[in-house]
């Protein structure tokens, strides 16, 4: 049985005329690394904000680990939805003393979570003296003071050099096989891609794609096909139930067909119904063009 560490159903929020998060509903398993992908603007900082209950929903609700909204929740869930926030003048441990006194932990984790960010060996170095990477570092240790069930991680990443964003993708991970569930919320389909298992794609609040990372790109093939009679074989295949969604760019038709059909099958296809094919290839289509399209048609 299926077990869920968040449920949202129908979450709204509306500032004025304008729908930030527009009846927005999905399920997170436990154990799930759960990207939020959208342009900016697209919803994904207010949606979090809602679930971490610094922002109240106009519409909807939601449920953590089967408790009602903001019922007892915080112990449970370390979030970084801003960028870090911490005292220039003061050392790493009692930046986190003071995270420490608000969240309840103990300052025995301090040393724990400094090792696990790999920030251990400057513990007692002042914030103002750490790298962008080594700041975001330190804002995930605060979030996982008190052993939180769920990280939310908001653009985790923004702003990071090559090396930074390598580190903070690495930690992801790795608290990942530590069997957190986690949500990041980026406007970079790269990060979801190499971080994320599963996914939901906003578009001015509204959901336009749920589910595996993978699944945009297992859903739709592409096979790029020319003929000496381009006519005759546009007719041939209007009048297939497996080909007729195509369309044509230049002198190449796109034909897109289901992942258990294969270009031999069109072969043989094109060959019965006497069209003399010059070019015939698969084109598997990327995560990020799905995207675009995605995007694109909510435009």
Request: aromatic fraction near 6%.
């Given at each position: 049985m299926e077990e869920f560490v968040l449920e949202v159903k129908g979450l709204s929020k509306?500032?004025?005329?304008?729908?930030?998060?527009?009846?927005?509903?999905?399920?997170?398993?436990?154990?799930?690394?759960?990207?939020?992908?959208?342009?900016?603007?697209?919803?994904?900082?207010?949606?979090?904000?809602?679930?971490?209950?610094?922002?109240?929903?106009?519409?909807?609700?939601?449920l953590w680990i089967g408790k009602k909204d903001g019922e007892n929740n915080r112990k449970n869930i370390g979030s970084m939805l801003e960028k870090p926030n911490f005292y220039e003048y003061l050392s790493a441990v009692d930046n986190l003393k003071i995270v420490a006194e608000i969240r309840g932990a103990n300052y025995s984790e301090i040393d724990i979570v400094l090792k696990h960010v790999g920030l251990f060996e400057r513990r007692k170095s002042k914030f103002k003296t750490f790298s962008l990477?080594?700041?975001?570092?330190?804002?995930?240790?605060?979030?996982?003071?008190?052993?939180?069930?769920?990280?939310?991680?908001?653009?985790?990443?923004?702003?990071?050099?090559?090396?930074?964003?390598?580190?903070?993708?690495?930690l992801i991970k790795d608290l990942a096989s530590d069997n957190k569930t986690i949500i990041l919320a980026s406007h970079l389909l790269d990060e979801v891609q190499k971080v994320c298992t599963k996914m939901l794609v906003l578009k001015k609040g509204v959901k336009i794609f749920q589910g595996n990372v993978n699944g945009l790109e297992k859903d739709k093939v592409l096979i790029e096909v020319m003929a000496e009679d381009m006519e005759l074989l546009k007719n041939v295949l209007s009048n297939s139930s497996d080909f007729n969604k195509f369309k044509q760019n230049d002198q190449i038709i796109q034909i897109e067909?289901?992942?258990?059909?294969?270009?031999?099958?069109?072969?043989?296809?094109?060959?019965?119904?006497?069209?003399?094919?010059?070019h015939l290839a698969v084109k598997q289509e990327s995560l990020e063009e799905n995207i675009f399209e995605l995007l694109k048609e909510m435009k």
């Open positions: 509306t500032y004025g005329k304008l729908k930030a998060v527009d009846n927005l509903s999905f399920k997170l398993e436990r154990g799930e690394v759960y990207g939020i992908l959208g342009p900016n603007g697209s919803g994904k900082t207010t949606t979090l904000a809602m679930l971490t209950d610094v922002v109240l929903p106009s519409g909807g609700s939601f990477g080594m700041k975001q570092r330190l804002a995930i240790s605060a979030a996982l003071l008190g052993n939180p069930e769920v990280l939310i991680l908001d653009e985790p990443t923004n702003g990071l050099d090559p090396e930074g964003i390598a580190e903070v993708r690495h067909v289901d992942t258990d059909i294969n270009k031999s099958a069109l072969s043989t296809y094109l060959f019965e119904n006497k069209v003399i094919v010059s």
